[in-house]
């Protein structure tokens, strides 16, 4: 069974900087399709960044020179940073199988998130 668990949310200053991740079991990381997505309050999931299986990444606009997706295979973790939030980028984050297109799909799995809130 696949199992992945976030952690690294809190309450952070806009502009400083917050590093999530995401232990997975059950699985391998960088065999994987692995992805961040999001929920803004009153939002629907919002998808981030993915990285793919061979190394591959790619962002979404709002993610893009912000936020840099990692993996560690040794922790078998996947990594999020964020760099200099924003308001706006107050979410949970949920870390999630499959790339892109896929991870909305069914046979993917999302973990239970990690709650940041970016306030002064």
């Known amino acids: 069974e696949v199992q992945l668990v976030e952690s690294g949310g809190g309450l952070v200053q806009p502009g400083k900087s917050l590093r999530l991740s995401c232990v997975a079991s059950?699985?391998?990381?960088?065999?994987?399709?692995m992805s961040w997505v999001r929920q803004r309050p009153g939002k629907g999931l919002e998808w981030l960044v993915s990285?793919?299986?061979?190394?591959?990444?790619e962002y979404a606009d709002s993610a893009k020179g912000r936020f840099t997706i990692s993996r560690d295979n040794a922790k078998n973790t996947l990594y999020l940073q964020l760099n200099s939030p924003i308001i706006e980028d107050t979410a949970m984050y949920y870390c999630t199988t499959g790339g892109r297109f896929e991870w909305r799909t069914g046979g993917n799995s999302r973990g239970q998130g990690t709650q940041v809130t970016v306030s002064s």
């Open positions: 059950g699985l391998t990381v960088g065999t994987v399709d």
């Open positions: 990285i793919y299986e061979y190394g591959a990444m």
